[in-house]
């Protein structure tokens, strides 16, 4: 039997590290004969980033593929862009592994005060707006229940699954990037098909923090990174490929070719016009009140043996954040304690 569990704990932490100056100057003229001018109550005011996030969970098992969890989720859908009504059409509460449709700010200000946002007095758009706003999660002050956002019992070879994050970046424009680390690589003992399998290598109790390890499902399970263009957590036909993509996984980066990549820096930089070639310095901005989708994809192959039995992985994605303004891309280094705050997807396997 083989388990993946993706934990909740720490999933997908927007970090915004550099709040934006912005300026506004009271002027006081008062004119006499000698035609003083005076300049006062200038004011110099920190503006705001902010990134925050939304996301959608799919597993392709025995049962073929399923939605399985989502954030936000607390209606029925009838598809993917519809919540479902009943008979009095009223929505149906309840959670369904399906990502509900986000309102715009339009709609929730006709609905609160029957006029389109912009008409609003500013007393009303900020009431809007915090309302937009609470649809996404900001992570992970939100994420207080401790339960996985994926839980699968009995994964078997030849199964998969993924999740779409979806990036709201407010009040200004920043750069974005993908990162992670692992957190541990455990063997959990050799089951006896373990134990007899020539690929088996490494000491049976050995748990590791670092990448030079013989844990071999590190060396397995596939993945693809790649700009979501519709959020529907699935590799569409033009979705431009980060990391990955190919029709035989076992051609697609490992785990640990993940990890090593996510290590460096900020992680793997994101471009926002989802340009999978643009370099670090001459990518462009994620313009802020626009929605985004970063797609990660995991699989594993059929082609495995038993190597893998009961071995299990935990690691953490998540996104990094900076101001666009005065900064070119490089990005500085974020401090340890924020790199990869976000998730902590465990891979788990046992003798099937």
């Known amino acids: 039997m083989t388990k993946l569990t993706l934990t909740r704990r720490r999933l997908l932490a927007g970090l915004g590290t550099i709040g934006v100056a912005s300026a506004g100057a009271g002027l006081g003229t008062t004119a006499y004969f000698s035609d003083q001018e005076a300049f006062e109550n200038n004011q110099l005011t920190a503006g705001e980033f902010d990134l925050k996030m939304d996301w959608q969970v799919t597993y392709t098992g025995p049962n073929g593929f399923e939605y399985v969890t989502a954030s936000p989720d607390q209606y029925r859908n009838e598809n993917l862009d519809t919540l479902a009504r009943d008979d009095l059409f009223n929505l149906i509460s309840g959670a369904d592994g399906i990502r509900d449709p986000i309102d715009s700010r339009d709609a929730i200000a006709n609905r609160a005060f029957g006029g389109d946002y912009d008409d609003l ?180 192959p059929v082609d495995h043996a038993n190597q893998i039995q009961s071995d299990g992985v935990t690691f953490d994605l998540g996104f990094y954040a900076e101001q666009c303004r005065h900064n070119d891309g490089a990005g500085m280094t974020a401090p340890e304690n924020e790199t990869a705050t976000p998730s902590t997807p465990e891979v788990v396997t046992d003798d099937a």
């Open 121 to 300: 007095t500013e007393t009303q758009a900020e009431i809007v707006e915090d309302a937009f706003r609470s649809q996404f999660a900001d992570v992970p002050q939100d994420l207080f229940e401790m339960r996985p956002v994926v839980d699968l019992d009995d994964v078997k070879p030849g199964d998969s699954g993924s999740v779409s994050f979806s990036l709201h970046l407010f009040d200004n424009p920043g750069y974005i990037w993908l990162n992670g680390r692992l957190v541990e690589a455990r063997e959990n003992g050799h089951t006896e098909p373990e134990h007899e399998d020539l690929d088996t290598v490494g000491d049976a109790n050995e748990v590791s923090t670092l990448l030079d390890n013989d844990v071999e499902l590190l060396d397995e399970i596939r993945v693809t990174v790649w700009y979501d263009a519709d959020g529907d957590a699935e590799i569409d036909t033009g979705d431009p490929i980060l990391l990955g993509g190919n029709a035989d996984p076992t051609a697609n980066p490992t785990l640990r070719d993940l990890f090593g990549l996510l290590a460096v820096g900020n992680g793997i930089p994101l471009d926002g016009a989802a340009d999978p070639q643009a370099g670090t310095v001459d990518r462009t901005c994620f313009t802020n009140s626009t929605t985004y989708y970063v797609g990660f994809r995991w699989e594993l």
